[in-house]
């Protein structure tokens, strides 16, 4: 059992890293990005053709591969600025599912549709706890997760760019009006959160399912954790992902149970959201 769950924590910073993005880019763009792991997916297979076909170092290969996820992001980010600035909420963040499905089906005729080979950026055991080995990419990846959240949180309270981001978010045409250029930074925050996602993919991808398919759907539990903060607070996305990290990797040693691994982000989803509605059931109820 301890085995499992500090297993499952690697993944659980895969999805508290990209569940940090879901709610920087909730909070200060009014958008739920299904498209952040898939950005990140296609510049990680980017990465992977420039080292096996190019012939190019590791390191090389994957600073391009992150670019170009950030690039994708941002590209993104510059058509809902554009056309959609104005939309609301649940309409901006509908549209970046046509994204979603377009790298998906680009990178099935690019790449093919059979998983990639990833070289391992990070590798090896880290430390040993109970006589279980803890991984080096299980270290990074809890590690970036914490500290990304908390440069996040340090860069929205104490500098002037926080400060403009949160007007943006929070009183956008205010924002505007006194001067705050708000498509410059509105694209800014997609293409960071685009290179966060497409490093964190690059790292974990050689210990994951790597198809295309596999790892743009990280957005599912991604989503689920985000949603323990209400798309709000970076704190409870980082437990939240490390939490359903830690469970999937438990449920994945219980025989009995094992099979519901894949759908325990969506138990995860459910449940939450009852449980947000909890009041208005309870007060119908009476």
Known sequence: MLQ???AGLAAGGLYAVLAVCLTLMSRLVRVVNFAQAATGMFGGFVAV???SEIGLPIWLGALIGVLVGGALSALIGWIVATWLAEADTTTRSAMTVGPLLLLISLSFILFGNKPQPFDPIIAGPAFTIGGVVISQVTVATVTMAIVVAVLCKLVLSRTSVGTKLRALSERPTTAELIGIPSKP???AVWAVTGVI???VIIIVAPSQSNDATSLSM?????????LLGGFRRLDLAVIGGLVLGVLSGLVAQI???SLIRNFLPFL???ILLLWTQR????????
């Open 185 to 187: 930074l509105a694209i």
């Open 218 to 226: 990280l957005i599912v539990p991604a989503a689920a954790a985000a």
């Open 268 to 270: 995860f989803i459910v």
């Open 279 to 286: 009041k208005e059931v309870w007060d119908a109820a009476r």
């Open 49 to 51: 053709w420039f080292v």
């Open 197 to 199: 996602s497409a490093l």
């Open 4 to 6: 499992g769950a500090l």
């Open 255 to 257: 025989g009995e149970v």
